[in-house]
């Protein structure tokens, strides 16, 4: 069974269209993580939040957001979505910061189009 | 800075052979963790094997094995007896004990394609 779960799979948004992206997780996991992924690249870490502290990364853009009502649930809102935001988005997440052992657990990741 | 260095953008194996994906590290942390993650085309990065930086004994995990040579900074992995299902992307990745956020440095990405 899906640990971390993302919705939708594939998300089309028009230029400038609000739009949110969702993950759920059943690992309990004190920390999780929004990264971006461009075709062909690593991903890149936008954000983390440790329990309800959030953290962001110094060059994420102001456009992206997010929300952890919960332990369990996570949102990407980005206001006002631009060709240049099309890429894969992945959530993950982690047990804790505690050790260099960190594994980070990805769900299947949400592909935006941008039109 | 921490960084991560896969110089195989691509590459081809055939079925049942095996395959080394090269990985090197920079980093002054003295304690870190190193990771191997696939990606197959269908997006999700899926974990695959970890090591630690004093860890005595190279990681394995099924067919997947991790060939650390500390002084050298490499962690480079080892996939056994190739499948079809084994290709993907394969990213290498780092956190050092320094990042207390548990930030992943990745690195570019290996494709590996297992032909029949």
């Known amino acids: 069974d899906a640990m971390v779960i993302q919705n939708p799979r594939y998300q089309v948004t028009q230029f400038g269209k609000p739009v949110t992206l969702s993950c759920s997780q059943t690992?309990?996991?004190?920390?999780m993580y929004w990264y971006q992924q461009k075709s062909s690249q690593a991903p890149k870490l936008l954000f983390h939040?440790?329990?309800?502290?959030?953290?962001n990364e110094a060059d994420t853009p102001d456009n992206f957001q997010s929300r952890r009502p919960n332990t369990s649930f996570c949102f990407l809102d980005i206001r006002s979505p631009g060709l240049g935001d099309a890429a894969m988005y992945l959530c993950a997440t982690s047990r804790d910061y505690g050790d260099a052992k960190n594994i980070q657990y990805f769900g299947a990741g949400t592909r935006l189009s941008v039109l | 800075a921490q960084k991560i260095t896969q110089t195989q953008p691509g590459m081809f194996v055939q079925e049942k052979e095996a395959v080394t994906l090269d990985c090197t590290y920079d980093?002054?942390?003295?304690?870190?963790?190193l990771f191997w993650y696939k990606q197959p085309s269908s997006g999700e990065m899926i974990f695959l094997i970890y090591q630690g930086s004093y860890d005595q004994q190279n990681a394995t995990e099924g067919r997947y094995s991790l060939n650390f040579q500390k002084a050298r900074k490499s962690a480079n992995l080892v996939i056994s007896a190739s499948q079809l299902g084994d290709s993907a992307m394969y990213f290498c990745a780092m956190r050092g004990l320094g990042d207390s956020w548990g930030k992943l440095q990745f690195g570019a990405g290996t494709q590996v394609v297992v032909t029949p």
């Open positions: 690992l309990n996991h004190n920390v």
């Open positions: 939040y440790y329990d309800k502290d959030f953290n």
């Open positions: 980093t002054s942390d003295p304690s870190y963790g």
